[in-house]
């Protein structure tokens, strides 16, 4: 089976620029989660999403993060436009709902640097 | 809110040396904890976890407890490999919550 998955696994952008990070999450699970880890600090949580639906974003840090996830498979995590405080790891997660209390099945992470 | 406070790393040791990472946390009513490692290059994994009070995760030779008294949940090995070089995240789920709450991280080197 395979794992969440994501992409690109770097990515190097300038201050003011836009970019799309993607994640795939394992078939079959339907929630989906977004996270980042600044400057080596915590890992932070994003957004949580059931299937399409938005079901937590509390942690998304301002307007200029915009995530989706049309048609409850695939989601993508778009920042425009990007600052330097942007830069860090984005690390996506799945889990299923309803079993072992919801597991999360972590991808490998995007590392974002913003110039 | 919810947060969690591990060691800071980096922690380095010799090959079968004993391990502590030491991982406390806040939060209301009854979390869950857990432990995630991320090696070199890929993503985090689950390690171990525990679910309420006294309850003990174990996995791959790993250990950690669930200390409610002292609100702590330290991840222990009797003999660690150069193969255990990675990071290590202490984390939580707060009750009736999806997201989890991490610590920082510890990075563990071991040396031959």
């Known amino acids: 089976e395979a794992g969440v998955t994501q992409f690109p696994s770097h990515s190097v952008i300038e201050k003011g620029q836009t970019v799309t990070l993607r994640c795939d999450p394992i078939?079959?699970?339907?929630?989906l989660y977004w996270y980042r880890r600044v400057m080596g600090k915590e890992i932070k949580f994003l957004l949580h999403f059931v299937k399409e639906s938005k079901q937590d974003e509390s942690g998304m840090p301002n307007n200029r993060f915009l995530a989706e996830r049309t048609g409850g498979t695939y989601s993508t995590l778009k920042v425009q436009p990007a600052e330097l405080e942007d830069s860090g790891v984005y690390f996506c997660?799945?889990?299923?709902?309803?079993?072992?209390?919801?597991?999360?099945?972590f991808g490998p992470g995007t590392r974002l640097t913003v110039l | 809110g919810d947060s969690v406070t591990q060691m800071e790393g980096p922690v380095t040791l010799s090959e079968e040396a004993f391990l502590t990472i030491n991982c406390t946390y806040t939060a209301t009513g009854y979390p869950s904890l857990f432990w995630y490692v991320q090696y070199p290059g890929e993503g985090l994994q689950l390690l171990l976890k525990?679910?309420?009070?006294?309850d003990k995760g174990s996995n791959k030779g790993f250990e950690a407890t669930y200390r409610k008294e002292t609100t702590s949940f330290h991840l222990e090995k009797g003999s660690v490999q150069v193969s255990d070089s990675a990071v290590y995240f202490c984390a939580l789920r707060a009750t009736g919550r999806r997201a989890l709450t991490f610590g920082s991280g510890t990075r563990l080197q071991v040396q031959p």
């Open positions: 997660a799945s889990s299923q709902t309803g079993r072992e209390r919801g597991e999360q099945f």
């Open positions: 078939s079959g699970h339907d929630n």
């Open positions: 525990a679910t309420k009070a006294d």
